[in-house]
Every structure is written in C-alpha cells, then in structure tokens.
C-alpha cells in the first residue's frame, strides 16, 4: 500500500511562494494519477490540482495561473508550486490518488498559513 508524506509547508506573506513535496513509496506511484488538496479549518476537503501518469494536469479556478503540479516519477514525488499565494490559500494540504477507488492512507499533511 502506497505510503505518503508532505513537506514544505510554512508561513508566508501574501505574495509569496511555497514549494510543496509529496513521498510516495512503493512502485505504483507512477503509474497513477495523482493530487493535491488542501483543508481549511471548518472547511471540507477540496482537490486542488491533478496530474495524470502521463502529466496531465488540471487546477481549479482559484489557483490556476498560480499554483503548477509536477511529478518526478523515478523519484516517487509529487510537487507543487505555489506562487502569488493569498489568504485564502491558508489550509493543510495533502497528496493522494486522484482515483478515489485507488485511495492511499493520508498523510499527516503540511501547513500552509499566508498572512495578509
């Protein structure tokens, strides 16, 4: 079973730029579409951005110009690029399978706090 942890998280001013990093372990990681989503206190869990095996990638509105997902397959990690961040990006962000079915446990996530 596909394992993941997040990092690169932090505080950060309007404006700025975080980087996020996502592990997977195990063998399937390239193989399966991937996302990041993120959780605002007293907020539902949201998809943010996806990339297909092949790099496909989709955003929703709010970040597209903004946020980039990549993904290094040879290294089992999932990235995403966030610049020109906003308050509202503030939330704990997450990485898992795009494919609900293919599901792995979630990570401990990584915080990311934007001040105005």
């Known amino acids: 079973q596909m394992q993941l942890v997040e990092s690169g998280g932090g505080l950060v001013q309007a404006g700025g730029s975080l980087r996020l990093s996502c592990a997977a372990s195990?063998?399937?990681?390239?193989?399966?579409?991937m996302a990041w989503y993120r959780q605002a206190p007293g907020k539902q869990r949201e998809l943010v951005a996806s990339i297909t095996d092949y790099g496909y990638t989709n955003y929703i509105d709010s970040v597209k110009g903004r946020f980039a997902i990549s993904r290094d397959n040879a290294k089992n990690t999932l990235y995403l690029q966030m610049n020109y961040l906003k308050p509202e990006d503030t939330a704990e962000y997450y990485c898992n399978t795009l494919n609900r079915a293919q599901r792995a446990p979630w990570g401990q996530g990584t915080q990311v706090t934007v001040s105005s």
């Open positions: 195990g063998n399937i990681f390239s193989i399966r579409a």
